[in-house]
């Protein structure tokens, strides 16, 4: 499992080293990870401060190219270097900003990968109920095909729009991923799609080149830090 995490972050400066209860966030995100207990845990930092503080807690962590485009490329660039044999076929990119996040929930990121053999990736998603959500564009739709009784179903299409049309269940993505390592490994040298750019949606890189992503589908929504008030209601949850 790799976790990324940027000091740098536009909304909340610093906020990987934001106390939380008297511990900076990236100390409760390695804790959950490590709960998880799908494999080892490594950091993957683009900051020197963040790798001196997990590896104060006993943690592995890796220094990357600050300037990365995204998570997985931080990802890929972690696991390239702790794992050069290739010894790991699976890789779970945790975001670092999910300090109270149920390590059931990251457990969960790698059942769509066990059931189908053609997935390459696996993510989360919700079910929205509240249609102020459904047509929100900063909240991300997945057109998921989801057999009656089942929980986990394939990934056509992401966008910001309402998407399927017409009545049903709708859902929310929840951005976490986990591949496959040979997967992630070709996501990072793609280029960028023409949906992709369209949509300002990353995972739609994959689907354009055809790679199959399969989504399970949970109850609660993890509870990422993006802002102050963010910061304070995480504070107030750990706290309980």
């Known amino acids: 499992m790799v976790h990324r995490l940027r000091y ?14 008297g511990k900076p966030m990236i100390a409760h995100v390695w804790h959950r990870a490590i709960e998880a207990d ?57 975001q670092g900003d999910l300090p109270t996040i149920d390590p059931a929930t990251v457990r969960t990121t790698l059942t769509p990968l066990a059931r189908e053999a053609d997935c390459a990736i696996a993510t989360l998603a919700t079910e929205i ?24 179903g394939r990934a056509v299409y992401f966008s910001r729009a309402a998407i399927p049309a017409g009545t049903g269940k709708h859902y929310h993505h929840i951005g ?45 929504e993890p509870f990422g830090v993006d802002t102050l008030a963010d910061l304070e209601r995480a504070r107030t949850l750990l706290d309980q």
């Open 8 to 21: 740098s972050s536009t909304r909340l400066p610093g906020k990987a080293l934001a106390d939380i209860n």
């Open 38 to 94: 799908v494999g080892p845990v490594v950091v993957a930092c683009g900051d020197q401060q963040i790798v001196d503080v997990v590896r104060d807690l006993g943690g592995e962590a890796i220094l990357t190219e600050a300037a990365l485009p995204t998570g997985s490329d931080r990802a890929f660039a972690a696991a390239s270097l702790v794992d050069t044999e290739g010894k790991y076929d699976v890789i779970v990119v945790f």
């Open 129 to 152: 109920d509240d249609p102020l959500e459904l047509h929100a564009p900063q909240v991300v739709k997945i057109a998921l095909a989801v057999h009656p009784g089942e929980t986990i």
């Open 176 to 220: 976490m991923y986990t591949y496959r390592r040979e997967a992630l490994a070709r996501y990072v040298h793609l280029p960028r799609g023409i949906l992709e750019q369209l949509e300002s949606l990353e995972q739609l890189r994959a689907i354009e080149a055809g790679m199959r992503i399969d989504a399970a589908v949970i109850q609660t």
